[in-house]
């Protein structure tokens, strides 16, 4: 059981299923409509936990019913949430999500109280934060933060993961104090200003962040798989083929189940393939958080796919 910290965004998510992404100006009927809990960091910490790691999450929500049921759903699932805070300033995050029949998702996202996280919490909170090994953080709360904690982890040699979604600039401090940089093709291409089209074009995006002091660089590519870039290799690890149904929060589930397998100290491709397996399960359902796999059900995939079931 590894102890993994989420420093990021909780959200509730509102989910529309649609059967196509429609036009400006076009109106559109949707048959289903769900509310779940949300947010990349909330979804990393529930997948996390779900996967038997000792858990905490560090955020905040606003002074509101749905702050009370995601506390709830973090009590449930033995997340500590000592850190979560409740702002009267702003109301809890919300994001707007509609997933078409493919399974592919839009999101907007108002932020709310997540854009109030700030370096005075983490201060509050610090000796119980560096109690954790592993650290996932993602860019839906302010970096100022971010920055200054991960200055302080990286100091103590913790593992810190950064899941760079949604994309937008980065400095390069902390390109190069995190350990492993997460972001899918089209956040690589962004961060990089070059293209991620070909796999090629991936390896050669990730290796400008690495001349910008990146270590490694997991490219998530959705169907294809992730590459793993560092200063002197690329190796891609494809993914696992299932009947997607909502594919929000696969890349939150990956990045859990990275952290997972560092903890258990597989190699970096090893991890890989463990992380593919859980960001595949969690699509088999709707919701951000509705199939995200606990260990048991990832053994499970993995026997079914030695048997030729999958
Ligand atoms: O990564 C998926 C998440 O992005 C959703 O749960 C939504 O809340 C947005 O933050």
Redesign the pocket.
């Known amino acids: 059981m590894a102890k993994i910290c989420v420093i990021g ?1 909780l ?1 509730i ?1 509102l989910t529309v299923s649609v059967p196509r992404f429609h036009m400006p100006g076009e109106t559109i009927f949707s048959n289903d409509f769900k509310t779940f809990a ?3 960091g909330g ?1 990393q910490a529930v997948a996390a936990a779900k996967l038997s790691n000792e858990v905490m999450m560090v955020g905040k929500l606003g002074d509101d019913q749905y702050a009370n049921f995601y506390i709830d759903l973090m009590d449930d699932l033995k997340i500590n949430h000592d850190a979560v805070l409740k702002s009267k300033d702003a109301p809890s995050g919300i ?1 707007l ?1 509609e997933v078409d029949e493919t399974g592919e998702n839009r ?1 907007i ?1 108002v932020s709310g109280a997540n854009m109030l996280v700030d370096v005075a919490q983490i201060k509050n909170y610090l000796n119980r934060i560096l109690e954790y090994d592993i650290f996932l953080f993602q860019l ?1 709360i302010p970096l100022e933060p971010m920055v200054y904690l991960v200055e302080i982890l990286k100091e103590h040699n913790k593992i810190i993961i950064l899941d760079p979604a949604p994309a937008r600039e980065l400095p390069d401090e902390l390109i190069s104090n995190v350990t492993i940089l997460t972001p899918n093709e089209v956040e690589l291409g962004i961060l990089s200003n070059m293209p991620t089209k070909t796999n090629d074009d991936v390896v050669l995006a990730a290796k400008s962040l690495i001349a910008r002091g990146a270590k490694k660089v997991i490219a998530k590519l959705g169907s294809r798989g992730a590459m793993l870039v560092t200063e002197n290799s690329n190796t891609m690890v494809p993914a696992y083929k299932v009947n997607a149904i909502d594919t ?2 696969a ?2 589930s990956f990045n859990a189940g990275l952290a997972t397998a560092l903890g258990k100290h597989f190699d970096d491709c090893k991890a890989i393939r463990f992380a593919n397996a859980v960001a595949a399960i969690s699509t088999t359902s709707m919701g ?1 958080q509705g199939a995200m796999p606990s260990l048991k059900d990832v053994k499970e995939f993995f026997n079914k796919i030695k048997n030729g079931q999958i």
Request: zero cysteines; hydrophobic letters at 35%; a negative charge.
């Open positions: 965004s959200n998510d949300g947010g990349k979804n994001a999500i999101i996202v839906e929000t929060a890349g939150d951000a």
